[in-house]
Structure formats: C-alpha cells, structure tokens
C-alpha cells in the first residue's frame, strides 16, 4: 500500500482526527492521526494491514483550533485558527475573512510543502477594497532539511484600520487537484523559538575542545537571548559561550569532552533557553548535519540524536593560563590582545 495524499495535513493536539487517504493498493480510504498532545508539532507515522505496512506520511499537529475550509466561499474566520483547505483543481484560488483591529498584528502562515504536499503557495493580505497589504511566494524554514524548494509562505503584517480584512491563498504554478493540500494559521504572533547543532555526529581527541556551529530559528518576531546547556550529560562535558546574542541566528561554541577515551559512542541533548514574553520556554536543540545540494545551496537536515566519540588523544597541548584574570573585551569590528604563559 502506498498513500499519495492524505487530507487534512494534521490536526488539534489531543483531538480525534480521520484523514481521507488516496494511493495504491490501499485497504482503506480513511486513517486516524496520532494526534495526542505532547508530540512534535511535525509528525510521521505509517500504518499497517497484516503485515504490509504503506509509506511514511508527514503531517502537522498544533494547539490551535482547526476546521476545513468550505470550497467555493469567502470563508469567514474567528482568530486564531487553523485552516485545513487545498487548491482543488488548476486556477482555483481560495478566500477567508476575518476581523481585524487599527495596529493589531496578523500572521498568516501556509504548511504545505513541509508536509509532503506538492503545492507552490502565494499568499497575500488584502483589506476590503481588495488593496495588498502584504504577501509572500517564498519563506524559507531551516528546519525543514532537503525539502527543495522550500515553496511555503508566510507573512506578518500590522492592520492600519479596524475593518474587515482578506487572506488569498493560491497555487504559483496554477496547478491543482486532491494532493495539493495546505494548513493555514492565521493568528497573532506567537513568538517562539528552535534551535539546531551542527554537526550530529562529533570526533574529539579525550580532554580537547570540538568547535560546534548553534543555529537559531526565530519564529513569529522573537528576538531575545537564548542560552543553552548540556541536559543530563555524562561527568567531563561542558558548553563554553553557550548563548545565542539577541538577533543572531547564528553562533560558533566550544564542546569540551572529557579526557579519557570511551568505549562507544555517546548520545548528548543540548537544550535552548529563553523568556518569550514573561515565560521562560525551552526547546530540545535538533542535532543536524550542515550539507550541499546543487552546487552551493546549503541545507541543515536533522538527525536522529548528536553523537560524540572520544578518541584517543595523541597529542596534548602545553598547560596554560592567562596573564591577566580580568576580562578582554573585543570591540566589534576591532581586535584585542590576549597575554597566556
């Protein structure tokens, strides 16, 4: 058995939810989402008849209300929600509405092609008159691995005037049919965060430092600190400049291991810290491997769990200490001296 489309792409945490399937020497046309609250926000799973089992699906699960939109209408919507719609056939361009408030903020936001659907999606913000107030083809995720091209759209905008305001979601190919489904979140930003390490799998001589590269994912506007700690790891392991300053996405840190060789491999979980409106929030960091594709695009595709192997150190740097204890700074754009004996 084998799915080709499954509709619709997720559903409520903790909610019942039946898809409708379509493929291949399938037993059944209808299969139950594991959809129980806890799991990730992008889930796979398959099923089974006997002992044929069909291919893995993607699909989304989310704490926000959701419902399927009503072909053919100018849906209306009560913020904030989830959307479960498609581009039925070539050409057809779907249309919701909602009530918006003057200097209110507004996130629309299309999961499709993460979710193994082949839609293109443009997605545009339009108030009554028809005016467009914003859109995006495009928004690349670096969570999403080698899903090329990352065709999914996202778009955040602040309303000018109370009114009545129009999200228009349509295929940039004009292409269309039962495969071309999408989820669409529309709501106020939720600021939030993720945070990816590369590489997955690290070699280090025993008692040395292996640099490793903390990527941020800002979702949804947040711009703060994030600090980040090794979680229940083995005696000898230790972060150095575990933060990532507000606004970067990116940082370079140090990952000390301990000085004698191990055995096997050992599994390490690095873990994001950050106050996301009064709330402290953490978030497991997803071990990734930083990869080519095409020549020059660069893709971060996650791992199953960071891997480091102590190895036997064959050399050991000569003991040293600072001149001075008192700290250096470093202006940007500038350089500074550090003394060591």
Do not use: C
């Amino acid at each position: 058995p084998f799915i080709t489309s499954i509709f619709p792409l997720g559903g409520q945490a903790g909610s019942p939810t039946v898809a409708r399937i379509e493929g291949w020497n399938l037993p059944w046309d209808e299969v139950v989402l594991d959809t129980w609250t806890g799991l990730r926000k992008t889930q796979r799973s398959a099923w089974n008849s006997g002992d044929r089992w069909t291919n893995v699906v993607t699909y989304a699960v989310d704490e926000l209300p959701d419902l399927e939109e009503i072909p053919g209408t100018r849906q209306s919507l009560s913020l904030p929600l989830i959307v479960n719609g498609r581009i039925g056939r070539p050409g057809e361009i779907d249309l919701y509405q909602f009530d918006g408030r003057a200097g209110g903020e507004v996130v629309a936001e299309i999961e499709a092609r993460r979710l193994g659907s082949p839609l293109d999606s443009v997605l545009q913000l339009l108030d009554e008159s028809g005016r467009v107030l914003a859109w995006n083809d495009d928004h690349p995720d670096k969570r999403a691995g080698l899903v090329t091209p990352q065709a999914d759209s996202h778009v955040r905008a602040t309303l000018p005037r109370n009114g009545t305001y129009l999200i228009r979601v349509a295929e940039g190919q004009s292409h269309g049919g039962p495969a071309y489904g999408y989820r669409l979140r529309v709501s106020p930003p939720r600021p939030d965060f993720a945070v990816l390490v590369t590489p997955a799998s690290i070699n280090a001589p025993g008692g040395m430092l292996a640099p490793i590269t903390v990527h941020a994912v800002r979702l949804d506007g947040y711009e703060g600190d994030i600090d980040l700690e090794l979680r229940d790891a083995p005696p000898g392991f230790a972060l150095s400049g575990a933060r990532i300053p507000a606004g970067r996405e990116m940082v370079r840190m140090t990952l000390a291991d301990p000085p004698l060789r191990t055995k096997e491999p050992i599994p390490l979980r690095i873990v994001g810290r950050a106050e996301v409106e009064g709330k402290e929030v953490t978030r497991l960091a997803i071990p990734a491997e930083d990869m080519m594709q095409a020549f020059g695009l660069r893709h971060l595709v996650p791992a199953r769990q960071l891997m480091v192997d102590v190895l036997k150190s064959w050399r050991r740097a000569p003991p040293m200490r600072l001149v001075r204890d008192a700290p250096t700074r470093i202006p940007v754009g500038g350089s500074a001296e550090v003394h060591v004996l």
